[in-house]
């Protein structure tokens, strides 16, 4: 490799080295939330396991290989902030998400990466065992890169950009641009490949978000128009029932009588309760109110 190449490849190592960083991070406006709340609620810790996984099998692929010290740098920095974040999850989480959790960590973790381990270090040999582990690492990625397929899925659908954060979007695509320069120009596309996909995947993300960023603000609009909309018969049923009380009242021939009368139509002090009736030549009129 020539000193120009070299250095335009740890360039992009470095670069990738921390925009990755920058996505481990991106958890911890959710782990606040849980914190305040002293529960996990809905969340799920089943990204933070697959992302401890996917760190724990970079770096024993880095470790089969000579020259991607940059590969350990950063998984290792992952694997730690990712075990911190499956400790916090089980420590706030309910006994029913604490156990489904920690099977979820035996399975992939225990099991999985164990005989990953295991198998390529007793059937494998020298250069084939790190093409074998190059090739699981290649499709995984490729796997978790799939993954947001079901978040683009759901805001097509609800048209709504609420559970797709721009941010993360735009950090996973640009390290997906820095790590496959990195992995182009070191000549390995089992680093090369899978971020091809993710950067297709992460630019589809940003442009949907540009597309139906503004169809949360109209719909909610579109809303309070509905629920104007509907108060509105209502108060032309209140104005009409007005009119017809006060027709009914204005064309009533007996009046109330608050005083209690005896059997002569007298009152206790000796007063004769007289009902008056509206004249007979009081026209009758309409009243119209306009709406």
């Not at 401890?52 to 470790?63: D, Q």
């Not at 017809?244 to 007298?266: F, Q, Y």
Request: aromatic share 12%; net charge positive; hydrophobic share 50%.
């Amino acid at each position: 490799m020539t000193g120009n190449l070299a250095h335009l490849t740890l360039a992009f190592g470095l670069l990738g080295n921390v925009v990755s960083f920058m996505v481990f991070l991106a958890p911890i406006p959710t782990f606040y939330k849980v914190y305040k709340k002293k529960s996990t609620e809905g969340f799920q810790s089943a990204p933070y396991v697959v992302g401890l996984f996917s760190a724990m099998l970079w770096i024993y692929y880095a470790l089969l290989k000579s020259n991607v010290m940059l590969l350990i740098t950063i998984n290792s920095v992952g694997c730690v902030i990712e075990t911190l974040y499956i400790c916090f999850f089980l420590f706030y989480a309910p006994k029913k998400a604490r156990m489904e959790s920690l099977k979820l960590i035996v399975l992939l973790i225990v099991v999985g990466f164990g005989l990953i381990v295991v198998l390529t270090q007793f059937f494998a040999h020298g250069v084939n065992r790190g093409v074998i582990v190059g090739w699981i690492c290649l499709v995984f990625s490729l796997c978790v890169f799939v993954a947001p397929l079901g978040v683009v899925r759901q805001v097509i659908k609800t048209k709504s950009v609420e559970y797709m954060p721009i941010l993360l979007s735009v950090a996973l695509t640009v390290s997906a641009v820095m790590w496959f320069f990195y992995g182009l120009l070191l000549g390995d596309f089992n680093i090369a490949i899978p971020n091809v996909l993710g950067f297709i995947f992460g630019i589809l993300q940003m442009i949907l978000y540009f597309v139906y960023k503004n169809k949360k603000l109209s719909n909610y609009e579109a809303k309070i128009s509905e629920m104007e909309e509907q108060k509105i018969p209502e108060y032309k049923n209140q104005k009409i029932m007005d009119v017809v009380k006060l027709d009914t009242l204005m064309h009533s021939d007996i009046l109330p009588v608050d005083a209690k009368l005896n059997k002569n139509g007298c009152d206790h002090a000796g007063h004769v309760a007289v009902e008056p009736k509206a004249p007979s030549y009081m026209p009758n009129h309409t009243i119209e109110v306009a709406a």
